[in-house]
């Protein structure tokens, strides 16, 4: 099993910049395909980003060219970088690990999720 823990979430204004991380527990986290999910209020989960076993990307369209997401197998986290914020980038920002082979953009393939970090963009 894993467990998840998401810091670095809070409030900036538009046009600025958060990094988030998510800590892993486990000695298999370089097995995972790990990845950043967003929910605003009376929205559902969305996709943002996530990141392959090999360190390959991928991005939601809204989140390409603004947002960066890493990790270090040797610490057991996946950062995600958010520049050029916007309000509308306001949510709860989830991680969570996919232990299946390949990329997923749906929740639904996602194994172990962490509790979420509020991130506020003010305008």
């Known amino acids: 099993q894993v467990q998840l823990v998401e810091s670095g979430g809070g409030l900036v204004q538009a046009g600025g910049s958060l990094r988030l991380s998510c800590a892993a527990s486990g000695r298999t986290f370089s097995s995972y395909h790990m990845g950043w999910f967003r929910q605003a209020p009376g929205k559902e989960r969305e996709f943002v980003a996530s990141?392959?076993?090999?360190?390959?990307?991928y991005y939601s369209d809204g989140a390409k060219g603004r947002f960066t997401i890493s990790r270090d197998n040797a610490k057991n986290t996946v950062t995600l970088q958010m520049n050029s914020l916007k309000p509308e980038d306001t949510a709860v920002y989830y991680c969570a690990a996919r232990s299946s082979a390949g990329s997923s953009t749906y929740g639904s393939g996602y194994d172990y999720w962490g509790q979420g970090t509020q991130v506020t963009v003010s305008s």
């Open positions: 990141i392959s076993r090999l360190r390959v990307p």
